[in-house]
């Protein structure tokens, strides 16, 4: 396993960080594009001089500069995960839902992993063994997302992108998975939500575990699922 190369976008995040030490550990060379300054500083500070970290500055949501930066991993032949953890979220019914925190969504959670994914794909085939997650959302589920009409739009969005392009890829050897998780148990939401019921929260580390597991050979032959994560 030593040696993999992946991508995690949004990886300076609170879930991202614990993605990108798990994947460090298993002795992994992470890719991290970043948007705020003041988090990837955090992260080259948690993980120290490790030259398996490689910070680069960048918007994931903008086709050009992800064209760009792909060019950059071409002459290593190969990228064998990319994990889309790139996202925004709206709480909003949908008569106070506009339309701009509508295409906003759309371009944080839906436009991010669409481009990552067709960015990385040739580089992916060419690892033999590639790897996609991508970060949905429980609001998907039925009976889920109300009050929050926009988020769970773009997140469905997300979904069909996972499903539709693992039967893509089926036959190049590279799978693609979702997770959605309910609410991640962060130290931003625990502030934003002080009086929530955390009991059904999943913490970052758990998730970082289900990535770990589904970016690695003992699920080199699971795809196209969308995993429910959380209570």
Not at 18 to 33: F, T, Y
Not at 35 to 53: H, I, M, N
Not at 191 to 208: K, Q, V
Request: one cysteine or more; proline letters at 4%; charged letters at 20%.
């Amino acid at each position: 396993m030593s040696s993999r190369i992946c991508l995690v976008t949004g990886g300076t995040g609170g879930l991202g960080r614990s993605i990108v030490h798990a994947l460090l550990q298993r002795g992994d060379e992470v890719h991290v594009p970043w948007f705020d300054r003041a988090e990837a500083e955090r992260l080259r500070e948690e993980v120290g001089t490790s030259q398996q970290l490689v910070l680069q500055q960048g918007d994931v949501t903008d086709a050009a500069w992800l064209e760009t930066y792909a060019s950059s991993f071409e002459e290593r032949g190969a990228v064998h995960a990319v994990l889309n953890l790139v996202g925004g979220f709206d709480m909003s019914p949908i008569d106070e839902t506009t339309p701009e925190s509508w295409d906003r969504m759309q371009r944080l959670n839906a436009r991010s992993a669409f481009l990552c994914c067709r960015t990385f794909t040739p580089l992916l085939r060419s690892s033999g063994s590639g790897a996609i997650v991508n970060i949905a959302s429980a609001a998907v589920g039925p009976g889920r997302g109300a009050g929050m009409v926009a988020y769970a739009a773009s997140k469905g969005a997300v979904v069909a992108l996972t499903q539709a392009l693992a039967a893509e890829l089926r036959a190049d050897a590279v799978t693609v998975n979702a997770i959605a998780p309910t609410t991640i148990d962060t130290p931003a939401n625990r502030s934003a939500m002080p009086d929530a019921d955390r009991s059904g929260w999943i913490t970052p580390g758990e998730l970082a575990d289900l990535c770990v597991y589904l970016t690695g050979p003992s699920a080199r032959r699971i795809s196209g699922n969308v995993i429910m994560a959380g209570l």
